[in-house]
């Protein structure tokens, strides 16, 4: 059940000074010092704006259609908020060891190792079923656009792990890591900052024509198109040609430099992700829990894309 108590939802002010606090060694600042070199300082350690902290916060505490794993009469508090805190600043710088985490957070190593610190990161991911949304009826529109949108595969290293006859796995070897690794299948909507697919994970060694294979090529509707780069390249699936857009010598200047933007803005997005330690790094942490990781940055990357920091047009 929702909250019905509208004080624990916060304005973006009031959740720079409750950052600052939740920080040790960080000035006290109040509401009046709402300012661009504060929130700076804010985003050096949460990885993201008070402004997007603060509309996280409210869907998590409102939003009743989606199973978050909170519970709204425990969780959604100042303590709640403050694990929210620790969750993301988790997720953005990494740290090498709960020890490090609780000290900079002036609290008990207990309280931020294990299962709780997951369980807010878990409802962050979980926040994906809000927010990167299939757009099926715009897609789906025979008179609407034909280019829905870029796909794209990305790598994050991982620890390397043994096989029963050999001490790594070769096919979690990845090519562009050089490195084991984790890759995930994201789509942007061409003209909006939008993710509207997530898929993974695979293991490194996956090629991304598998990935498109495995859920995304059956979702494109008939006639529409989405832009990707050579790897993509397939003549031996029927139909394979005719969802994807891929570099072509026979299209036109204006064509060409468009797809070749889209691309470009898509490798944006994976850069605002991997600046993100849990994705940037190796990651050290249970395997099973790096798609929680993933998909909570890539919810958080959304919601500053909706609210204020939006990717360049194509």
Known sequence: ???????????????????????????????????????????????TTPTVVACIWSDIATTEDLDLGINHSKDINEKGFKYL??????????????GVLSTHFGTCKRLVEGEYK???????AKLK?????????EYNDPDGRKILGTVDGIDFKIRERSTANLNVD??????????????????????????????????????????FLDKLKRKIP??????????????????WNDVLSLPCLSDSKELNNFKARLRSRHEAVNGRLKKFK????????DPKKHEFAFT??????QYSMSYGHPIFDA
């Open 1 to 47: 059940m929702a909250i019905t108590d509208f004080s624990l939802l916060f304005t973006p002010d009031e959740v720079l000074v409750r950052g600052f606090r939740a920080i040790k060694g960080l000035p006290s600042v109040t509401s009046d010092d709402f300012c661009e070199k504060n929130v700076k300082k804010f985003q050096r350690e949460f990885g």
């Open 85 to 98: 805190l620790i969750a993301l600043h988790f997720l953005f710088a990494y740290p090498n060891n709960d």
């Open 118 to 124: 997951w369980k807010w990161i878990k409802a962050l």
């Open 129 to 137: 079923d809000l927010v990167t949304v299939w757009p099926e009826a």
């Open 170 to 211: 070769s096919k979690q070897y990845s090519h562009k890591h050089n490195h084991g690794a984790l890759k995930y299948e994201i789509m942007m909507d061409a003209y909006k900052s939008k993710i509207v697919h997530l898929n993974g994970p695979f293991r490194g060694g996956e090629h991304d024509k598998n990935m």
């Open 222 to 239: 008939d006639g529409k198109l989405i832009v990707a780069d050579r790897v993509y390249r397939n003549g031996s699936v029927p139909g």
């Open 278 to 285: 849990v994705l940037d790094d190796t990651y050290r942490h």
């Open 296 to 301: 909570a940055v890539c919810v958080i990357v």
